[in-house]
């Protein structure tokens, strides 16, 4: 028995072919029983069989194995289950044969309340409180709903039967093939599914309204929501529909299920899961509703569906072989939902807005604590935390770096036979890199080793030397720390103009380029005359690549020019400010230099763009509040006049016909004024909340400028003036949509002061508060950070019980943790968690603590700028 603890995978001897699964759920008594009979091939001799289980009790009587050929029945001597590896171990007095038998397993559980599992959600119909029953697996959950060999390698088929209410609409991933009446109960049986892993099994039981379509080719699809609902559905039907018939050309192979079901479920951890034919939801990612839904909302709807489906080829039919492995998942289905949403949707330019998810790996990257892409995995509890940017966002981002350099024919093409070969098993990064290489002619196992084997990711500097342009690679770190990575660098880049591209691969740590062969135009001379033929240079063209650049002091200038006059890409001109403050961030380059560029964005309205600057210029503010805070009042006018032209650009009302993305600007540039404390802001967007409080249909107030409405609402809440925050906590209380509830909860702890913070920290622990939605309300004002550090530690146990086993309690550690700046305080929270981790925080903790090292050296690094004072006062009072 010993020799099966502490191992992070199951033994080889024994491997399941079919599941025949029947459970009967108690929705009231939230418990349910269950047997499971698995058709097992004994490979090895053994007389163990050991499979996962955990908060399930199996009866040692209910437990026999039946061998195919001779029909003996051998029961166990010993039935076990081992909680912390969360095994079911059963030992036998001989050997079993070594042929095709049945495992016989009788269980119990409980409909837990963890949103994992076999999990209860709450929903009011008529008035009265119901519970639905839900099943969420990924990853490695199905364990809790029947004893399974519960790895994504171990691939089998699975047939399922139901009893449940008879008034109850009973989902799995196959069609219903017969319903039996049995009292107040009846029996449901699905067909057979094809091959596939454990964590894509599924389950809802509830009542639900639906609204159905068909592909062209036959596939039927609905959406189901609460009763009421369907309408908010409309928008995802049509979606998921194109999506099926895009991905089945892009793919070259049909979508291989009869039908597909999506489901928005009131309670649900993540954004969605992408069970084999019927894909769960959270409401705010599958329910469109015309009226009171932002331009946001709508977006977030269409990426999300297209990255379920992208799941249903790229992770359910061929399938990661272990976790270590989940970003050719997550990173794929991620960056084909970009392509999916371009295609339907060519006005959203989503692939600019994919910078965001560049970013966003890029942050987690350029940290000492990140991991590569390829983690190991050494035990069950590891593998939430790496649901996250690097797994999604770096490999999305890796993958379009090399479809980018490959070309998208090529690209295409070898993905379809990458799919065609392991369809219905698994596969391994080495067999992407494997079917992309005979595609290609290219090496591109070598090529991307350096991306997915180690973890970080290069900073290019490149200069002017005696017309020589000079690059060189080292590893960036948000420290500012030097690391030792090396990569192959896949450099483009432009000089003056985006007609004549050049690229090369950086294959060593520095390399030069002979400015006449480059410029072709250019002969003789020194430097200056180089230069003066290409007014700007720009590496990483369109942000294609996963690195950073830095620009010495004349380059930068000429790039600064460049987006003055508008003669760049938006992506570009997204890539010069992001790296820019990346470096400040760093200690690499002065906190003048990056508000001088930032200034250069004044007459700026590509979306994407401008979102980043806004988001860019919240993290400026708070730290220069920790490190000059006489500058911060000059720093919030020359954001205030940063985003005027902007905001008059735009206005308050939606213009006819305007476009999503000036929708999703405005909400965006009206939050950031009123942040920084523009007055006749707060006072319009007063004016209209108020409008809004007597009329829910008053056209004063859209959804698309709400947030930015409740926020500016919650500048002036103290607590002697708390009309604004009990007024939207009416709103909160009234409306029954999930997409505006979690509007408010974002915007109340944005109030400056801290006693009404401390009421909204309060107020997210409370049942007013579904659990999966607790982590929006933690987005806390800069006066409010210490009360919610007090806040974490004072109810920690609370929050470690209630969200402990689940991703999201890592949330609650990262919002709270890292905005600190100061190395005391990194070591506060070192000391408070020193007795208090677990491994499904340790990473993120670690994170963290890291952030908050890297903001305090940050704070030294302004506080050393002689010059600063100086241009932020010019800044401020600037006129243009």
């Known amino acids: 028995m010993e020799q099966f603890r502490g191992q992070p995978r199951l033994p080889k001897f024994a491997v399941p072919k079919r599941y025949d699964i029947h459970l009967e759920p108690d929705l009231a008594a939230c418990k349910f029983a269950g047997s499971v009979q698995i058709d097992l091939d004994i490979v090895d001799a053994t007389n163990f069989i050991v499979l996962n289980a955990a908060d399930l009790a199996v009866a040692h009587n209910a437990v026999s194995f039946k061998s195919q050929t001779s029909s ?239 799941h249903q080829w790229f992770g359910n039919l061929v399938t990661m072989e272990w976790w270590t492995h989940l970003w050719l998942n997550e990173g794929f289905a991620t960056w084909v939902s970009y392509l999916a949403a371009d295609s339907l949707f060519p006005q959203w330019k989503v692939w600019t807005q994919f910078l965001d998810e560049s970013t966003e790996g890029l942050r987690l990257d350029g940290l000492a604590e990140s991991h590569p892409i390829e983690v190991e995995i050494n035990h069950a509890g590891e593998i939430d935390e790496i649901f ?128 006449k062969e480059f410029l072709g135009c250019c002969v003789g001379g020194g430097n200056d005359k180089s230069v003066a033929v290409c007014s700007w240079i720009k590496l990483n063209v369109d942000q294609t690549g996963f690195y950073r650049v830095k620009y010495d002091e004349k380059l930068a200038a000429g790039l600064r020019s460049a987006i003055e006059k508008n003669d760049l890409s938006a992506t570009d001109r997204f890539g010069i400010l992001d790296d820019s403050f990346a470096l400040c961030m760093a200690c690499q380059q002065s906190l003048t230099s990056l508000l001088t560029l930032m200034g250069a964005y004044r007459e700026e309205l590509d979306y994407t763009v401008l979102s980043n600057l806004i988001s860019i210029s919240y993290k400026v503010a708070r730290i220069a509040a920790d490190a000059t805070p006489e500058l911060v009042d000059y720093i919030k006018e020359f954001f205030i006049s940063l985003f005027q032209y902007s905001a008059e650009k735009l206005g308050w009302e939606p213009r006819p016909g305007e476009g999503h993305l000036d929708a999703m600007l405005r909400g965006e540039v009206l939050t950031a004024l009123a942040v920084f404390g523009h007055d006749l802001t707060i006072n319009e967007a007063s004016r209209r909340f108020h409008a809004f409080l007597d009329d829910r249909n008053t056209p004063l107030l859209p959804p698309d400028i709400r947030k930015a409405a409740y926020v500016a609402v919650m500048q002036n809440v103290t607590t002697s003036n708390r009309s604004g925050y009990e007024s939207l906590l009416r709103v909160y209380r009234e409306t029954d949509l999930s997409q505006e509830k979690t509007r408010i909860l974002g915007s109340l702890a944005s109030c400056p002061d801290p006693n009404i913070v401390l009421e909204v920290l309060n107020f997210v622990l409370s049942s007013e508060v579904r659990s999966q939605d607790a982590v929006f309300g933690l987005a806390v004002s800069r006066e409010g950070r210490e009360t919610a550090w007090s806040w974490l530690k004072n109810n920690w146990d609370y929050i470690s019980k209630t969200w402990g086993s689940g991703f999201l309690i890592t949330r609650f550690v990262s919002a709270i943790v890292s905005p600190f700046a100061s190395f005391e305080k990194a070591s506060e929270v070192q000391e408070f968690f020193a007795t208090r981790t677990k491994p499904s925080i340790a990473r993120t903790l670690k994170q963290s603590i890291e952030r908050v090292h890297i903001n305090a050296k940050w704070v030294e690094s302004i506080q050393n700028e002689k010059h600063l004072a100086d241009a932020v006062k010019e800044l401020a009072y600037r006129k243009y």
């Open 72 to 310: 003996k029945v051998f029961e166990p001597s010993k039935v076990e289950i081992v909680e912390e590896d969360e095994i079911l171990v059963l030992e036998f007095s001989e050997v079993l044969p070594l042929e095709m038998g049945v495992l016989a397993i009788g269980f119990e559980g409980t409909l837990n309340d963890k949103m994992k599992g076999f999990y209860r959600s709450t929903f009011e119909h008529n008035g009265e409180k119901r519970n639905m029953a839900v099943t969420q697996f990924e990853p490695a959950d199905a364990r809790r709903c029947f004893p399974c060999w519960d790895e994504p390698a171990c691939k089998a088929t699975f047939k399922i039967t139901l009893d449940v209410p008879s008034d109850l609409i009973a989902l799995s991933n196959m069609p219903v093939i017969e319903e039996k009446p049995n009292g107040h109960l009846k029996t449901v049986s699905y067909q057979e599914s094809p091959i596939m892993s454990t964590y894509l099994v599924a389950v809802v039981i509830g009542l639900f309204d639906y609204v159905e379509d068909h592909t062209p080719d036959g596939i039927k699809v609905r959406v189901y929501c609460q009763v009421g609902k369907a309408n908010q559905g409309k928008f995802a039907l049509d979606v998921a529909v194109k999506t099926l018939d895009l991905y089945k050309e892009y793919f070259a192979c049909p979508y291989s299920l009869p039908k597909l079901d999506m489901i928005a479920i009131p309670d649900f951890a993540a954004g969605a899961m992408e069970n084999y034919g019927l894909v769960t939801y959270r409401e705010t990612a599958l329910l469109y509703d015309e009226k009171h839904s932002a331009a946001a909302n709508k977006q977030r709807v269409a990426t999300v569906v297209a990255h379920e489906l992208a």
């Open 388 to 515: 996250d940017a690097i797994s999604y966002r770096k490999g999305a981002s890796v993958i379009r770096m090399l479809q980018s350099y490959l070309g998208a024919e090529c690209f295409q093409r070898s993905l379809a036979s990458y799919i065609k070969k392991h369809a219905c098993s698994n596969a391994k990064t080495e067999d992407l890199w494997a079917a992309l290489e005979e595609g290609s002619g290219e090496p591109v196992n070598r090529l991307m080793n350096s991306w997915t084997k180690q973890k970080g990711y290069p900073v290019v500097s490149v200069k002017i030397n005696n017309q020589k342009l000079e690059f060189e690679q080292t590893q960036f770190l948000s420290s500012g720390s030097q690391g030792d990575g090396q990569w192959i660098v896949p450099i483009t880049l432009c000089c003056g103009s985006y007609d004549t591209p050049h690229n090369f691969l950086l294959q060593t740590k520095s390399e030069s380029l002979d400015m």
